[in-house]
């Protein structure tokens, strides 16, 4: 296609808008004549069984539905056209003597209608000689006139980079991806179903925060002008949530977006979505019973099986998932000799043999992480739990008692994708002060993803934190997991994308 032809399409349609006023016609109403949508019709009339074009002809069913017309044949005395609604198809069967007699302008603005373009019809259900559920239009109501065309009918929207910038032309040419997306409305609903019946509340905690924390990244950062202070695209809402837990809430639970200035990557977007639990008097257990509801909801009532295919593989989320330690992990995976992982000289060995970067600067738990990305995490197909971190790694975490160094710490790792992270929390202020403090001790090394000292969640802690369970889970690569897609740009609507570089005509530079 050439680049005068969208101009070339748009003026014809133009053309035709002017011919569709001189009817007399609206142009642009504000409301859409319907009784009901074509994604209501589809699941309850959809059967030839149930509803024979014989019944339907008996029952006459008078519905009014709008669309976006996806298909156009004039066969001369009849026209036949599909109206397309949340991803649903519905033809119209347009004849000339069906028309509203009152209407004598029908037929003509038929003529004057192209590919794109919103419509209302009304008339009654009807079933043609192919068992297609079609409607017997009555009347008609022009809605929007499309001025450019969509893409070509039989392919879609093909290139990925258009797709994502231009994502309602994605949505309306290409079915699965709209199903992509109402399935991923679907989980969401399920999981706050599911957190609502075992007694969570769902709350709202700042987007902008003074001090980012309850994470390890890099935080996007902007001014306020009133206050004339610096503030942080929160990167969690962790601390947050633990202030509930001291002010009284039993348990809470958050939907919403982080923000990390991070690469971009098929597992990783700058904005993304994440559940975010606390529960008061509860520990990791119990978070690995809450990430197991959420997960086999997801499975049985949104996909409605428990085995599910993704990258080739057969995923089983029937319960209970697989629970491995962390060197366990390792030495399983890795092929390593187990005894070797409580030698912090042969973990520096093994992490040299992998050509880990820095080995000398970095702590033997450190390492250990190091070592488990190396060897295990790709290897981790069917779900599995990952336990007992490296207190490097975790620095809000509560300590295991028999085990210095290492913290009451999950990791879910599926089909090679990390998708969630708890903690057993740490609630001794004491310890939390001076956690955070080793991390300020980071940040001064070169570490600038480390927290920050947040005084005020320290003060929280010391008016009494009970026993504490904590759970975040990565919405957007559960969508990932449930839907089949290989990319989280394809689970989020608008991903974040470098912006285009328009060039200026010569007509415009010319006028400039």
Same mark, same amino acid.
């Not at 499975?299 to 330690?325: C, D, H, Q, W």
């Given at each position: ?15 035709? #808008? ?43 069913? #008078? ?6 017309? /996806?298909? !156009? ?16 198809? /519905? ?41 297609? =559920?079609?409607? *017997? ?8 006139? %499309? ?16 797709? !994502?910038?231009?994502? !309602? ?31 969570? #509340? ?33 990167? %969690? ?19 919403? *977006? ?5 690469? =971009? ?44 295919? !993704? ?9 209970? @998932? ?15 000799? *187990? ?13 040299? +043999? ?13 390492? &250990? ?26 620095? &809000?975490?509560?300590? =295991?008692?028999?085990?210095?160094? @290492?913290?009451?710490?999950? $990791? ?5 994708? +990390? ?22 001790? $980071?940040? +001064? ?15 929280? &802690? ?35 994308? *470098? ?14």
């Amino acid at each position: 296609m050439d680049q005068q032809q969208p101009n070339q399409y748009r003026d014809a349609r133009i053309g035709k #808008l002017e011919k569709i006023k001189e009817l007399g016609i609206e142009a642009w109403p504000a409301k859409a004549q319907r009784t009901c949508g074509i994604s209501d019709i589809i699941p309850k009339y959809g059967s030839a069984e149930k509803w024979s074009a014989e019944y339907l002809e008996q029952s006459k069913i #008078l519905v009014s539905v709008m669309g976006r017309l /996806l298909s !156009y044949r004039d066969m001369g005395k009849s026209i036949f056209g599909h109206l397309c609604e949340n991803g649903q198809k /519905l033809q119209a069967f347009f004849r000339k003597n069906d028309l509203d007699e009152n209407d004598s302008k029908a037929w003509e603005l038929l003529k004057l209608l192209d590919l794109g373009d919103f419509i209302s019809v009304t008339g009654t259900l009807m079933r043609t000689k192919t068992g297609e =559920l079609s409607v *017997r239009v009555q009347t008609i109501q022009f809605l929007s006139k %499309a001025l450019l065309p969509l893409p070509e009918k039989w392919h879609g929207l093909q290139d990925k980079e258009q797709r !994502y910038r231009q994502r !309602y032309l994605d949505l309306a040419t290409n079915p699965e991806v709209m199903d992509t997306f109402q399935k991923r409305s679907r989980i969401l609903a399920v999981i706050r179903q599911e957190m609502e019946s075992i007694g969570y #509340l769902e709350v709202e905690t700042p987007m902008m925060q003074p001090i980012p924390g309850g994470a390890t990244a890099r935080p996007f950062t902007t001014h306020h002008n009133a206050l004339d202070i610096e503030l942080y695209m929160r990167i %969690a809402p962790e601390l947050y949530l633990k202030r509930l837990i001291v002010g009284g809430f039993d348990k809470v639970f958050e939907i919403n *977006r982080n923000f990390r200035n991070e690469g =971009l990557s098929q597992r990783h977007n700058p904005e993304f979505t994440m559940l975010e639990c606390y529960a008061a008097g509860q520990d990791l257990r119990d978070m690995m019973d809450v990430t197991e509801r959420v997960f086999h909801a997801s499975a049985t009532k949104v996909m409605g099986a428990e085995v599910i295919e !993704y990258s080739g593989n057969k995923i089983s989320y029937s319960l209970p @998932f697989r629970r491995i330690t962390l060197k366990d992990a390792i030495s399983e995976y890795g092929g390593i000799e *187990r005894s070797l992982l409580e030698n912090s000289d042969e973990i520096k060995k093994l992490a040299n +043999e992998c050509h880990i970067e820095y080995v000398e600067r970095k702590t033997t738990g450190a390492l &250990l992480g190091d070592l488990f990305e190396h060897h295990v995490e790709k290897q981790l197909i069917q779900p599995t739990f990952i336990t007992d971190y490296p207190i490097e790694l975790s620095p &809000l975490t509560k300590e =295991l008692p028999d085990q210095p160094g @290492f913290v009451d710490r999950f $990791e879910l790792f599926v089909a090679g994708m +990390e998708l969630a992270n708890a903690y057993s929390e740490l609630n001794n202020p004491i310890v939390q002060l001076q956690r955070f403090q080793d991390q300020l001790v $980071e940040r +001064e090394a070169g570490n600038d993803e480390a927290m920050l000292l947040d005084m005020d969640f320290v003060l929280s &802690l010391e008016h009494g934190f009970p026993p504490c369970g904590g759970l975040g889970i990565g919405i957007d690569r559960l969508v990932m997991l449930m839907t089949g897609n290989q990319s989280i740009r394809d689970v989020i609507l608008f991903p974040l994308m *470098r912006p285009q570089v328009h060039q200026i005509s010569q007509t415009d530079q010319a006028n400039a």
